[in-house]
């Protein structure tokens, strides 16, 4: 049965934010491996995104740069006006970017909250308004957010992150049960610290040893997608 679903991925499309690197890079790949062809949507590091895009396509998939500040909203129009004209079509949608910061809520600047706020709930948010129409064309649309243990927990010196993780699972669950009835499916991934560059920053205390890795994320978006 699993077999049988991992090989009706095959030809597929996915949208992954946050690809440059970290849990974004092993989950392209993963996908890559198992026939998904990926669009690298976002992020202004050219070269992690294009170092990404090569170790996809030695899987023998397609793999699309579509760069920039997913931040900004025109960058996001820009690049799914792209997709209209150059596929017009993807299955899967991994909202995957995010951002941390390592302070007190005291000190924590305003500009910088607004930045965590903006990078993991709004983008996300406006990525997937911009989604849904080509998922609604897909028989197997998957819609994945990877949330964090801080979406269902409060940690100190984590209240940007916090705020902005329990934003991104609080509209998950509603979105999940807007849209179950059109047959796209919803999940919010929460993991616990994974050793990436970006818990490097927010989390300088811990070390790599008993850490989640990237590959097991890449690995749980594969058993939901297969299940």
């Not at 077999?3 to 996908?31: D, P, S």
């Not at 669009?39 to 998939?61: C, H, P, R, S």
Request: glycine share 8%; hydrophobic share 45%.
């Amino acid at each position: 049965m699993v077999l049988r679903l991992i090989m009706e991925l095959k030809g597929l499309t996915a949208l992954v934010t946050g690809a440059g690197g970290g849990i974004g890079r092993e989950i392209c790949l993963e996908l890559a491996k198992n026939g998904v062809n990926v669009i690298l949507f976002g992020g202004n590091n050219v070269d992690k995104l294009q170092k990404t895009a090569d170790l996809a396509q030695e899987q023998g998939v397609n793999a699309y740069i579509l760069a920039g500040d997913i931040t900004c909203d025109k960058v996001i129009k820009d690049n799914f006006d792209r997709i209209e004209k150059d596929l017009g079509k993807f299955d899967i949608l991994i909202n995957n970017a995010g951002m941390a910061i390592n302070c007190t809520l005291e000190h924590t600047p305003i500009e910088t909250f607004d930045k965590i706020m903006a990078i993991n709930c709004r983008a996300p948010y406006i990525i997937t308004q911009n989604a849904l129409p080509y998922l609604r064309k897909s028989n197997r649309a998957s819609i994945i957010n990877i949330v964090s243990v801080t979406g269902h927990a409060g940690y100190p010196l984590q209240s940007a992150y916090v705020a902005s993780k329990h934003a991104l699972l609080g509209w998950t669950k509603s979105l999940a049960n807007e849209v179950y009835r059109e047959n796209i499916r919803v999940h919010a991934i929460s993991p616990g610290g994974v050793y990436t560059d970006m818990i490097k920053v927010s989390r300088p205390d811990l070390t790599s040893e008993g850490m989640i890795m990237p590959k097991d994320i890449a690995d749980i978006v594969m058993f939901f997608l297969t299940n």
